[in-house]
């Protein structure tokens, strides 16, 4: 699996406890390549690459997402195209480039 270590051990915050079944993607997230599996929301495949969706204003501790259902307005991402969505309702997509930081990207959302 693309979250897991061979040993078991998990790259990020999310560890999956049983496997999914789909299709393998393969996007970006900042720039870097990372893979997911098809039903995985965005949110789910930043968490599970060791990926915060932002950082505190104060004192800059990484944020994992608050409701995780779309309520609130702590997960935005930014896609390549500029469109802010939330992280926990967008489905992962092949070949997606998903940008944390719109700053960085390029795109001002």
Partial sequence: ??????????????????????????????GDPVEAVEGDSLLAVLLLNGRAVRHLEFGGEPRAGFCLMGACQDCWVWLSAGERVRACTTPAADGMAVWTDPERSGVHG
């Avoid at 051990?9 to 560890?15: A, E, L, M, R």
């Fill in 1 to 30: 699996m693309a979250d897991q270590a061979l040993d078991g051990t998990s790259k990020g915050q999310f560890v999956r406890v049983a496997a999914r079944r789909g299709a393998s993607l393969h996007l970006t997230v900042d």
